[in-house]
């Protein structure tokens, strides 16, 4: 198994654009999370995603943000509009149990 | 609320042991969490212990865990090179949710 796959690895865009993150997460991981890391927050969990199903999604910033599972084996998590002050690396993770969540490489945003 | 806290940097000399030390808040944790992550990578999972166990030893990680101060320690044997990065104490008591430190930076000199 490749791992979680996350793309794109990095995204450089304007103030006010449309951003898509994608995440495919490991074959039989039933729970799906996506995280935000900063210098100054630190690493915060926006939305947890259990058998395709949006259980926790206290962490989501605003109503900029949205996240979608479609089905088993892929997520997205849209910023639009985008602002300068969500540039951070954003971290999909997947898990079949409470054990381990197996993180992605993430994908490094910086909005201008 | 519910809170983890490590200091934020650690240096060591080669081939000498490594402690990283970790508080938490929540005495109604099940699962500890040692997690590290690498420069430019998503955060890898070291080791786990449960909350009724003082101690887990897994090749040259050693993880304390004293419930009553609500403590949790890695110590990394030998410590090399490779593994300097940044490792996270994370906790949790639901069946998903974990809460992390803000991670301390291990750096490991020759």
């Known amino acids: 198994d490749a791992g979680v796959i996350q793309s794109p690895r990095h995204e450089v865009t304007e103030m006010g654009q449309e951003v898509t993150l994608r995440c495919k997460p490991i074959?039989?991981?039933?729970?799906l999370f996506w995280y935000r890391q900063t210098m100054m927050r630190g690493l915060e969990l926006l939305i947890y995603?259990?058998?395709?199903?949006?259980?926790?999604d206290s962490g989501m910033p605003e109503d900029r943000f949205s996240a979608k599972m479609p089905n088993a084996s892929f997520s997205t998590l849209k910023i639009q509009p985008s602002e300068p002050r969500d540039s951070a690396v954003y971290f999909c993770?997947?898990?079949?149990?409470?054990?381990?969540?197996?993180f992605g490489p993430g994908t490094r945003l910086t909005v201008l | 609320g519910e809170d983890v806290e490590q200091s934020l940097f650690l240096s060591v000399r080669e081939g000498d042991s490594s402690v990283i030390n970790c508080t938490y808040t929540?005495?109604?944790?099940?699962?500890l969490y040692w997690y590290k992550q690498e420069p430019g990578a998503g955060l890898q999972l070291l080791t786990y212990?449960?909350?009724?166990?003082d101690m887990k030893q897994d090749q040259r990680l050693t993880v304390l865990l004293n419930k009553k101060d609500k403590h949790l320690s890695l110590r990394i044997a030998d410590t090399q090179t490779g593994d300097s990065a940044i490792y996270f104490c994370?906790?949790?008591?639901?069946?998903?949710?974990?809460?992390f430190g803000s991670g301390t930076r291990l750096l490991v000199r020759p």
């Open positions: 995603f259990n058998n395709n199903v949006p259980i926790d």
């Open positions: 994370a906790e949790s008591h639901s069946s998903y949710k974990l809460i």
């Open positions: 929540d005495s109604s944790s099940t699962y």
């Open positions: 212990i449960f909350s009724n166990m």
């Open positions: 074959s039989g991981h039933n729970s």
């Open positions: 993770a997947g898990t079949a149990s409470h054990n381990e969540q197996f």
